[in-house]
């Protein structure tokens, strides 16, 4: 059996709030997150962040360093190599 090779996923996926959120002059209806998945196999492991508002965090801003992380994947992750 060969082994399977671990896969990552980045993609911006715009979720719909429940009620308008409002804070300091802003409504927000939706909520863009940066939607991570990593795949080996038949596991699956997801990861979702919305960044910070305020220090101007978008999904365009924080694609990039998790892309940064893809050589890394190559080895496999280990001994939290792959953490931030």
Do not use: W
Request: proline letters at 8%; aromatic letters at 8%.
């Amino acid at each position: 059996m060969s082994p399977t090779k671990l896969t990552l996923e980045v993609c911006t996926e715009n979720l719909r709030l429940k009620e308008p959120f409002r804070i300091s002059g802003y409504t927000f209806n939706e909520s863009p997150v940066t939607l991570v998945t990593l795949r080996e196999g038949s596991f699956e492991c997801r990861g979702v962040a919305a960044g910070v508002f305020y220090l101007t965090d978008t999904p365009d801003t924080m694609h990039p360093p998790v892309e940064g992380q893809r050589a890394a994947l190559g080895s496999g992750p280990a001994g939290g190599g792959l953490r931030a």
